[in-house]
Antibody
Framework: EVQLVESGGGLVQPGRSLRLSCTAS????????MHWVRQAPGKGLEWVSG????????GYADSVKGRFSISRDNAKNSLYLQMNSLRAEDTALYYC?????????????WGQGTLVTVSS | EIVLTQSPATLSLSPGERATLSCRAS??????LAWYQQKPGQAPRLLIY???NRATGIPARFSGSGSGTDFTLTISSLEPEDFAVYYC????????FGPGTKVDIK
């Protein structure tokens, strides 16, 4: 059974940093691209960042470019999101999601999310 | 950035009726479109990828069509569990999601 478990969320002050982690199990992690998607309270889905199977292709939404950094450790079956210079508008539930392919095609498994609240 | 527009914003229908949801891209995205369903308090669920391919385990009442800039998700006969929010997502230029269509009970 595919499982994705996010951690690292919490309350953080504007301008500070936070690192999210996602631990994967139930599939061959290094065969698939992975993504972070967020959802602000009561709002729609926003793709944040994606990374292909070997970290050779990485992309970011314009809203986070230059502030967030995605990475993966295939030996640890783990995905990360380093979030710097956090803003109030980054407040959201952050989902880790598995792609159906090695590059970007569609997101077939999702974690339950970790909540990030940016507030003073 | 490719912008996706979904219509209508809300669709009020009864169980057993046919639902037709639209997604329009700001520029051609070939067939690089996926559809997701999200229920309150749950993570999204992939329904369709590459415009018309059903994901694993998705019932046949869900179908997708379209290419270029205009796409449609059709639910042939609504079941009670189909009332939810539906999002389209493109992968032609990184990824973006549409704003969603809420399908609620009439």
């Amino acid at each position: 059974e595919v499982q994705l478990v996010e951690s690292g969320g919490g309350l953080v002050q504007p301008g500070r940093s936070l690192r999210l982690s996602c631990t994967a199990s139930g599939f061959t992690f290094d065969d698939f691209a992975m993504h972070w998607v967020r959802q602000a309270p009561g709002k729609g889905l926003e793709w944040v960042s994606g990374i292909n199977w070997n970290s050779g292709s990485i992309g970011y939404a314009d809203s986070v470019k230059g502030r967030f950094s995605i990475s993966r450790d295939n030996a640890k079956n783990s995905l990360y999101l380093q979030m710097n210079s956090l803003r109030a508008e980054d407040t959201a539930l952050y989902y880790c999601a598995k792609d159906i392919g090695a590059y970007y095609r569609g997101l077939d498994y999702w974690g339950q999310g970790t909540l990030v609240t940016v507030s003073s | 950035e490719i912008v996706l527009t979904q219509s209508p914003a809300t669709l009020s229908l009864s169980p057993g009726e046919r639902a037709t949801l639209s997604c329009r891209a700001s520029q051609s995205i070939s067939s690089y479109l996926a559809w997701y369903q999200q229920k309150p308090g749950q993570a999204p669920r992939l329904l369709i990828y590459d415009a018309s391919n059903r994901a694993t385990g998705i019932p046949a009442r869900f179908s997708g069509s379209g290419s270029g800039t205009d796409f449609t998700l059709t639910i042939s006969s609504l079941e009670p569990e189909d009332f939810a929010v539906y999002y389209c997502q493109q992968r032609s230029n990184w990824l973006t999601f549409g704003p969603g269509t809420k399908v609620d009970i009439k």
